[in-house]
T-cell receptor, first 111, second 116 residues
Framework: GQQVMQIPQYQHVQEGEDFTTYCNSS?????IQWYKQRPGGHPVFLIQ?????EVKKQKRLTFQFGEAKKNSSLHITATQTTDVGTYFCAALPFGNEKLTFGTGTRLTIIP | DVKVTQSSRYLVKRTGEKVFLECVQDMDHENMFWYRQDPGLGLRLIYF???????EKGDIPEGYSVSREKKERFSLILESASTNQTSMYLC???????????????FGEGSRLTVL
């Protein structure tokens, strides 16, 4: 079945450093979504990527969808304490309505 | 403001008890989902529902059942709770997806279940 690997599982960075999480699928995807879950909270939608090679930006966050539509990344520039949380990718294979979530990357910030 | 409401934030049950987790959404969404979240395993889909009275098994349906009698309400049932069902349970809803849009998932606050 569909497998979605997300790395790293944990990331500790100094405030102001950059952060990247990667998501890899075993199958070609129709699209991919990213969610953020703050500590003690629930996942909240960040963005959806649909096109091969697509790049989208939200302030300090940059999202990329691979050319082969099998991988994606989320990059945060100059992290802030408000970026703390777990970031999940959610992959949608072609011909399937079920989103499969990655295992998540938990980001902690050292002030 | 859109809302997905889960009936209980915290529950403690004993092995063998029947457990009901309720979820209500006020966005008139067709699709509803139940996930469980465990450390290191991410969110795993238990069951989902395309519409009223329709349900589909997710990736880990064993030991669970669901009910969707009304569009706004999706219930998760543990017929006989076991300790390995101790987890955080998250309900979500979304509008009908299209070819290019999988549809944003709106999550509830979660229900943390402990089975003793």
């Amino acid at each position: 079945g569909q497998q979605v690997m997300q790395i790293p599982q944990y990331q500790h960075v100094q405030e102001g450093e950059d952060f990247t999480t990667y998501c890899n699928s075993s199958t070609t995807l129709s699209n991919i979504q990213w969610y953020k879950q703050r500590p003690g909270g629930h996942p909240v939608f960040l963005i959806q990527l649909v096109k091969s090679g697509e790049v989208k930006k939200q302030k300090r966050l940059t999202f990329q969808f691979g050319e082969a539509k099998k991988n994606s990344s989320l990059h945060i520039t100059a992290t802030q304490t408000t970026d703390v949380g777990t970031y999940f990718c959610a992959a949608l294979p072609f011909g399937n309505e079920k989103l499969t979530f990655g295992t998540g990357t938990r980001l902690t910030i050292i002030p | 403001d859109v809302k997905v409401t889960q009936s209980s934030r915290y529950l403690v049950k004993r092995t063998g008890e029947k457990v009901f987790l309720e979820c209500v959404q006020d966005m008139d969404h067709e699709n509803m989902f139940w996930y469980r979240q465990d450390p290191g395993l991410g969110l795993r889909l238990i069951y989902f529902s395309y519409d009223v009275k329709m349900k589909e098994k997710g990736d880990i349906p064993e030991g669970y059942s669901v009910s969707r009698e009304k569009k706004e309400r999706f219930s998760l049932i543990l017929e006989s709770a076991s300790t390995n069902q101790t987890s955080m349970y998250l309900c979500a809803s979304r509008p009908l997806p299209s070819d290019r849009d999988a549809g944003e998932l709106f999550f509830g606050e979660g229900s943390r279940l402990t089975v003793l």
